[in-house]
Protein backbone atom coordinates (compact mmCIF):
# COMPACT_ATOMS: atom_id res chain seq x y z
CA UNK A 1 0.00 0.00 0.00
CA UNK A 2 1.17 3.33 -0.96
CA UNK A 3 2.28 5.21 2.27
CA UNK A 4 0.47 7.91 2.61
CA UNK A 5 -2.74 5.66 2.01
CA UNK A 6 -1.23 3.74 4.68
CA UNK A 7 -1.00 6.20 7.14
CA UNK A 8 -4.13 7.67 6.24
CA UNK A 9 -5.73 4.02 7.35
CA UNK A 10 -3.71 4.32 10.79
CA UNK A 11 -5.17 7.82 11.71
CA UNK A 12 -8.65 7.02 10.47
CA UNK A 13 -8.88 3.61 12.22
CA UNK A 14 -7.60 5.80 15.83
CA UNK A 15 -9.81 5.91 18.42
CA UNK A 16 -8.54 9.60 18.89
CA UNK A 17 -4.87 10.96 18.61
CA UNK A 18 -2.49 9.03 17.21
CA UNK A 19 1.87 10.12 18.25
CA UNK A 20 4.57 10.33 15.87
CA UNK A 21 6.22 7.42 17.65
CA UNK A 22 3.50 5.43 17.59
CA UNK A 23 3.04 6.19 13.48
CA UNK A 24 6.39 5.45 13.55
CA UNK A 25 6.90 2.16 14.55
CA UNK A 26 3.41 1.16 13.20
CA UNK A 27 5.29 2.10 9.85
CA UNK A 28 8.35 1.22 9.56
CA UNK A 29 9.40 4.34 9.22
CA UNK A 30 11.38 7.28 10.70
CA UNK A 31 9.39 10.05 12.61
CA UNK A 32 10.39 12.52 9.93
CA UNK A 33 9.41 10.59 7.29
CA UNK A 34 5.99 10.19 9.06
CA UNK A 35 6.28 14.24 9.03
CA UNK A 36 6.85 14.77 5.50
CA UNK A 37 3.53 12.55 4.65
CA UNK A 38 1.69 14.62 7.02
CA UNK A 39 3.07 17.31 4.99
CA UNK A 40 1.93 16.02 1.68
CA UNK A 41 -1.26 15.14 2.69
CA UNK A 42 -2.33 18.57 4.06
CA UNK A 43 -1.12 19.91 0.88
CA UNK A 44 -3.30 17.15 -0.60
CA UNK A 45 -6.25 18.74 1.55
CA UNK A 46 -6.87 16.37 4.13
CA UNK A 47 -7.17 17.52 7.57
CA UNK A 48 -4.96 16.57 9.81
CA UNK A 49 -4.49 18.28 12.99
CA UNK A 50 -1.22 17.87 15.14
CA UNK A 51 -0.49 18.44 18.66
CA UNK A 52 2.93 18.81 20.16
CA UNK A 53 2.14 16.39 23.46
CA UNK A 54 -0.77 14.30 21.55
CA UNK A 55 0.37 13.61 17.89
CA UNK A 56 -1.66 13.79 15.10
CA UNK A 57 -5.18 13.13 14.37
CA UNK A 58 -7.35 12.88 11.34
CA UNK A 59 -10.38 15.50 11.31
CA UNK A 60 -12.37 14.88 8.31
CA UNK A 61 -14.94 12.35 9.30
CA UNK A 62 -15.22 9.65 6.74
CA UNK A 63 -12.30 9.57 4.16
CA UNK A 64 -12.08 7.25 1.10
CA UNK A 65 -8.58 6.27 1.03
CA UNK A 66 -7.78 5.23 -2.79
CA UNK A 67 -6.30 1.97 -2.35
CA UNK A 68 -8.32 1.00 0.25
CA UNK A 69 -11.27 1.37 -1.65
CA UNK A 70 -9.73 -0.18 -4.89
CA UNK A 71 -9.06 -3.32 -2.78
CA UNK A 72 -12.20 -3.74 -1.66
CA UNK A 73 -14.11 -3.27 -5.31
CA UNK A 74 -13.72 -6.43 -6.74
CA UNK A 75 -15.31 -6.06 -10.24
CA UNK A 76 -14.19 -6.50 -13.69
CA UNK A 77 -15.57 -3.18 -14.73
CA UNK A 78 -14.37 -0.81 -12.53
CA UNK A 79 -10.39 -1.55 -12.19
CA UNK A 80 -8.28 -0.20 -9.92
CA UNK A 81 -5.54 0.75 -12.64
CA UNK A 82 -8.67 2.94 -14.22
CA UNK A 83 -10.09 4.59 -10.92
CA UNK A 84 -9.10 8.04 -10.42
CA UNK A 85 -9.95 9.75 -7.10
CA UNK A 86 -9.11 13.48 -6.37
CA UNK A 87 -9.40 16.07 -4.19
CA UNK A 88 -11.48 18.37 -5.84
CA UNK A 89 -12.50 18.45 -9.20
CA UNK A 90 -14.46 21.07 -11.57
CA UNK A 91 -16.87 18.30 -12.75
CA UNK A 92 -16.22 14.51 -12.39
CA UNK A 93 -18.57 14.46 -15.50
CA UNK A 94 -15.71 16.83 -17.47
CA UNK A 95 -13.15 14.67 -15.94
CA UNK A 96 -14.29 11.44 -17.19
CA UNK A 97 -14.94 12.86 -20.59
CA UNK A 98 -11.66 14.30 -21.14
CA UNK A 99 -10.21 10.47 -20.44
CA UNK A 100 -12.89 9.33 -22.76
CA UNK A 101 -11.80 11.81 -25.70
CA UNK A 102 -7.95 10.05 -24.75
CA UNK A 103 -9.19 6.65 -25.17
CA UNK A 104 -9.72 5.27 -21.72
CA UNK A 105 -11.20 1.70 -21.77
CA UNK A 106 -14.65 1.23 -20.35
CA UNK A 107 -14.73 1.50 -16.64
CA UNK A 108 -12.73 4.25 -16.30
CA UNK A 109 -14.21 5.95 -13.17
CA UNK A 110 -13.44 9.22 -11.27
CA UNK A 111 -14.24 9.87 -7.89
CA UNK A 112 -14.17 12.99 -6.30
CA UNK A 113 -14.19 14.59 -2.87
CA UNK A 114 -15.63 17.73 -3.85
CA UNK A 115 -16.82 19.86 -7.46
CA UNK A 116 -16.50 23.23 -7.59
CA UNK A 117 -18.44 23.60 -10.97
CA UNK A 118 -20.58 20.63 -10.11
CA UNK A 119 -23.47 19.56 -13.52
CA UNK A 120 -26.89 19.09 -13.02
CA UNK A 121 -29.06 18.29 -15.86
CA UNK A 122 -30.38 21.34 -18.03
CA UNK A 123 -27.47 23.52 -17.31
CA UNK A 124 -27.89 23.24 -13.49
CA UNK A 125 -25.47 23.42 -10.74
CA UNK A 126 -24.84 20.58 -8.41
CA UNK A 127 -24.04 21.18 -4.67
CA UNK A 128 -20.83 19.34 -3.88
CA UNK A 129 -19.02 19.83 -0.35
CA UNK A 130 -15.99 17.94 0.59
CA UNK A 131 -16.54 14.86 2.02
CA UNK A 132 -20.17 14.77 2.06
CA UNK A 133 -21.48 13.03 -0.48
CA UNK A 134 -20.62 11.12 -2.93
CA UNK A 135 -19.16 12.62 -7.03
CA UNK A 136 -18.41 10.17 -9.26
CA UNK A 137 -18.21 9.56 -13.28
CA UNK A 138 -17.46 6.58 -15.67
CA UNK A 139 -16.62 5.51 -19.16
CA UNK A 140 -19.09 3.37 -21.08
CA UNK A 141 -18.02 1.98 -24.56
CA UNK A 142 -21.40 -0.28 -24.87
CA UNK A 143 -21.28 -0.51 -28.77
CA UNK A 144 -25.08 0.11 -29.09
CA UNK A 145 -27.28 2.57 -31.08
CA UNK A 146 -27.47 6.28 -29.69
CA UNK A 147 -30.86 5.47 -29.07
CA UNK A 148 -30.17 2.64 -25.78
CA UNK A 149 -28.49 5.85 -24.08
CA UNK A 150 -31.57 6.71 -22.15
CA UNK A 151 -31.94 3.10 -21.15
CA UNK A 152 -28.56 2.88 -19.72
CA UNK A 153 -29.09 5.68 -17.46
CA UNK A 154 -32.18 3.96 -16.19
CA UNK A 155 -30.16 1.26 -14.81
CA UNK A 156 -28.01 3.46 -12.99
CA UNK A 157 -31.20 4.60 -11.24
CA UNK A 158 -32.11 1.63 -10.35
CA UNK A 159 -29.16 0.24 -8.76
CA UNK A 160 -28.76 3.66 -7.51
CA UNK A 161 -32.10 3.41 -5.67
CA UNK A 162 -32.07 0.20 -5.03
CA UNK A 163 -28.50 0.09 -3.19
CA UNK A 164 -29.95 3.46 -1.23
CA UNK A 165 -32.72 1.85 -0.17
CA UNK A 166 -31.23 -1.76 1.35
CA UNK A 167 -28.58 0.67 2.78
CA UNK A 168 -31.16 3.08 4.81
CA UNK A 169 -34.04 1.12 5.05
CA UNK A 170 -35.60 4.80 3.73
CA UNK A 171 -38.74 4.36 0.94
CA UNK A 172 -36.30 5.44 -2.19
CA UNK A 173 -38.32 6.44 -5.23
CA UNK A 174 -37.51 7.60 -8.79
CA UNK A 175 -38.32 10.78 -10.29
CA UNK A 176 -38.92 10.64 -14.35
CA UNK A 177 -36.23 10.29 -15.72
CA UNK A 178 -33.46 9.34 -13.19
CA UNK A 179 -34.14 11.49 -9.75
CA UNK A 180 -33.91 9.46 -7.17
CA UNK A 181 -36.09 10.58 -4.03
CA UNK A 182 -36.48 9.97 -0.51
CA UNK A 183 -39.63 11.01 0.97
CA UNK A 184 -40.44 13.41 -1.88
CA UNK A 185 -37.23 15.29 -2.11
CA UNK A 186 -34.10 14.93 -4.36
CA UNK A 187 -31.10 12.45 -2.74
CA UNK A 188 -29.40 11.81 -5.71
CA UNK A 189 -28.83 12.95 -9.44
CA UNK A 190 -27.40 11.05 -12.32
CA UNK A 191 -25.92 13.36 -15.14
CA UNK A 192 -25.61 10.78 -18.57
CA UNK A 193 -23.37 12.80 -21.74
CA UNK A 194 -22.85 10.90 -24.54
CA UNK A 195 -20.37 10.98 -27.69
CA UNK A 196 -21.89 9.27 -31.01
CA UNK A 197 -20.70 8.15 -33.88
CA UNK A 198 -22.98 7.74 -36.98
CA UNK A 199 -24.94 5.16 -35.57
CA UNK A 200 -23.55 4.15 -32.71
CA UNK A 201 -22.34 5.14 -28.90
CA UNK A 202 -18.73 6.16 -29.30
CA UNK A 203 -18.39 6.52 -25.61
CA UNK A 204 -21.06 7.22 -22.80
CA UNK A 205 -20.50 9.11 -19.60
CA UNK A 206 -22.81 8.74 -16.66
CA UNK A 207 -22.43 11.32 -13.61
CA UNK A 208 -23.92 10.21 -10.36
CA UNK A 209 -24.13 12.56 -7.26
CA UNK A 210 -25.53 11.72 -4.10
CA UNK A 211 -25.70 13.72 -0.81
CA UNK A 212 -25.01 11.43 1.86
CA UNK A 213 -24.23 13.43 4.84
CA UNK A 214 -24.92 16.59 3.83
CA UNK A 215 -26.73 18.06 7.15
CA UNK A 216 -29.62 20.44 7.30
CA UNK A 217 -29.27 23.64 6.33
CA UNK A 218 -27.35 26.20 8.45
CA UNK A 219 -25.49 29.03 8.19
CA UNK A 220 -22.41 27.10 8.56
CA UNK A 221 -22.87 24.28 6.87
CA UNK A 222 -25.10 22.63 5.28
CA UNK A 223 -28.01 22.82 1.90
CA UNK A 224 -28.05 26.68 0.78
CA UNK A 225 -31.18 28.04 1.47
CA UNK A 226 -32.31 27.56 -2.85
CA UNK A 227 -32.22 23.65 -1.90
CA UNK A 228 -33.37 23.45 1.41
CA UNK A 229 -37.10 22.67 0.10
CA UNK A 230 -36.51 20.55 -2.48
CA UNK A 231 -32.97 18.45 -1.24
CA UNK A 232 -32.18 16.32 1.52
CA UNK A 233 -29.61 13.94 2.34
CA UNK A 234 -29.68 9.97 4.12
CA UNK A 235 -28.34 11.28 6.69
CA UNK A 236 -31.41 14.21 7.41
CA UNK A 237 -33.83 11.12 6.14
CA UNK A 238 -32.27 8.14 8.48
CA UNK A 239 -31.03 10.37 10.76
CA UNK A 240 -27.59 8.95 10.73
CA UNK A 241 -24.23 9.14 8.65
CA UNK A 242 -23.48 6.64 6.14
CA UNK A 243 -19.68 5.79 5.20
CA UNK A 244 -19.26 6.83 1.42
CA UNK A 245 -16.92 4.15 0.31
CA UNK A 246 -18.79 0.56 0.72
CA UNK A 247 -21.91 2.64 -0.73
CA UNK A 248 -20.40 3.73 -3.42
CA UNK A 249 -18.86 -0.23 -3.85
CA UNK A 250 -21.88 -1.74 -3.80
CA UNK A 251 -23.30 1.19 -6.69
CA UNK A 252 -20.74 -0.05 -8.67
CA UNK A 253 -21.52 -3.74 -8.24
CA UNK A 254 -25.24 -3.61 -8.92
CA UNK A 255 -24.98 -1.24 -12.05
CA UNK A 256 -22.19 -4.10 -13.34
CA UNK A 257 -24.34 -6.68 -12.48
CA UNK A 258 -27.45 -5.35 -14.41
CA UNK A 259 -25.51 -3.63 -17.13
CA UNK A 260 -24.18 -7.17 -17.84
CA UNK A 261 -27.69 -8.74 -17.57
CA UNK A 262 -28.91 -5.83 -20.07
CA UNK A 263 -26.30 -7.01 -22.48
CA UNK A 264 -26.85 -10.41 -22.26
CA UNK A 265 -30.41 -10.40 -21.94
CA UNK A 266 -31.98 -7.76 -22.62
CA UNK A 267 -33.56 -4.59 -20.46
CA UNK A 268 -37.19 -5.59 -20.00
CA UNK A 269 -36.28 -6.83 -15.77
CA UNK A 270 -34.65 -2.90 -15.08
CA UNK A 271 -37.38 -1.60 -16.84
CA UNK A 272 -39.80 -3.39 -14.93
CA UNK A 273 -38.44 -2.77 -11.79
CA UNK A 274 -37.89 1.02 -13.06
CA UNK A 275 -41.54 1.04 -12.92
CA UNK A 276 -42.37 0.00 -9.56
CA UNK A 277 -40.02 2.00 -8.12
CA UNK A 278 -41.09 5.12 -10.33
CA UNK A 279 -45.00 4.35 -9.56
CA UNK A 280 -46.20 7.10 -11.96
CA UNK A 281 -47.70 5.19 -14.33
CA UNK A 282 -51.85 6.61 -14.61
CA UNK A 283 -50.56 9.48 -12.22
CA UNK A 284 -51.44 13.53 -13.90
CA UNK A 285 -48.57 15.12 -14.42
CA UNK A 286 -46.94 18.92 -15.68
CA UNK A 287 -43.89 18.05 -17.74
CA UNK A 288 -41.55 21.00 -18.78
CA UNK A 289 -39.16 20.53 -21.92
CA UNK A 290 -37.12 22.77 -24.36
CA UNK A 291 -40.66 23.07 -26.38
CA UNK A 292 -42.83 24.39 -23.31
CA UNK A 293 -44.97 22.88 -20.14
CA UNK A 294 -47.40 19.82 -20.93
CA UNK A 295 -50.08 18.93 -18.58
CA UNK A 296 -50.95 14.74 -19.04
CA UNK A 297 -51.49 11.44 -17.98
CA UNK A 298 -49.06 9.21 -17.98
CA UNK A 299 -49.48 6.32 -20.07
CA UNK A 300 -46.45 4.35 -19.90
CA UNK A 301 -42.22 4.08 -19.68
CA UNK A 302 -41.72 2.87 -23.12
CA UNK A 303 -38.80 0.53 -23.76
CA UNK A 304 -36.61 2.89 -24.65
CA UNK A 305 -36.90 5.17 -21.40
CA UNK A 306 -39.34 7.37 -22.88
CA UNK A 307 -41.91 9.00 -20.71
CA UNK A 308 -45.46 8.45 -23.02
CA UNK A 309 -47.78 10.84 -21.94
CA UNK A 310 -51.59 11.72 -23.18
CA UNK A 311 -52.30 15.33 -23.17
CA UNK A 312 -55.18 17.47 -22.01
CA UNK A 313 -56.47 16.94 -26.11
CA UNK A 314 -56.29 13.43 -25.59
CA UNK A 315 -53.03 12.93 -28.00
CA UNK A 316 -50.28 10.45 -26.83
CA UNK A 317 -46.54 12.70 -26.58
CA UNK A 318 -43.53 10.89 -26.58
CA UNK A 319 -40.66 12.52 -23.85
CA UNK A 320 -37.25 11.65 -23.64
CA UNK A 321 -35.82 14.37 -21.53
CA UNK A 322 -37.94 16.81 -19.66
CA UNK A 323 -38.57 17.62 -16.29
CA UNK A 324 -41.47 16.69 -13.99
CA UNK A 325 -42.60 20.01 -12.63
CA UNK A 326 -45.51 19.18 -10.71
CA UNK A 327 -47.65 15.66 -10.07
CA UNK A 328 -51.29 15.38 -9.44
CA UNK A 329 -52.86 12.79 -7.00
C1 LIG B 1 -29.23 16.18 -11.90
O1 LIG B 1 -30.04 15.60 -11.19
O2 LIG B 1 -29.46 17.31 -12.36
C2 LIG B 1 -27.94 15.49 -12.23
C3 LIG B 1 -26.90 15.69 -11.16
C4 LIG B 1 -25.62 14.95 -11.43
C5 LIG B 1 -24.51 15.33 -10.48
C6 LIG B 1 -23.31 14.47 -10.65
S1 LIG B 1 -22.11 14.74 -9.38
C7 LIG B 1 -20.96 13.77 -10.23
C8 LIG B 1 -21.11 14.09 -11.70
N1 LIG B 1 -20.30 15.23 -12.06
C9 LIG B 1 -21.04 16.29 -12.38
O3 LIG B 1 -20.59 17.40 -12.70
N2 LIG B 1 -22.33 15.97 -12.34
C10 LIG B 1 -22.54 14.60 -11.95
Known amino acids: MDPRDELLVELKNATGWKSGEQLSRQMSMTRSAVWKHIVKLREDGYNIESSPKKGYRLA ?17 LFIPSETRFLRQASSTNAE ?13 LVIAESQDSGKGRRGRHWFSPPGLGLYF ?9 PAEAARITLLMSVSAAEVIADKTGLPVRIKWPNDILINGKKAA ?20 GINVNVPRGSAACGFPP ?10 IEAGRAFPRAPLLQCILLDFERRYNAARQDGFSSALRRWRELAEIIGKKIKIETAGGTIAGTVVELDTDGALV ?3 TAGALRRFLSGDIVQEMR
Open 96 to 108: ARRLAEDGAPEGA
Open 60 to 76: DGDVIIPSEFRRGLRSD
Open 309 to 311: LRN
Open 226 to 235: ELRKTATSLL
Open 137 to 145: SFVLRPGMA
Open 189 to 208: GILAEISTELDSINYMIIGL
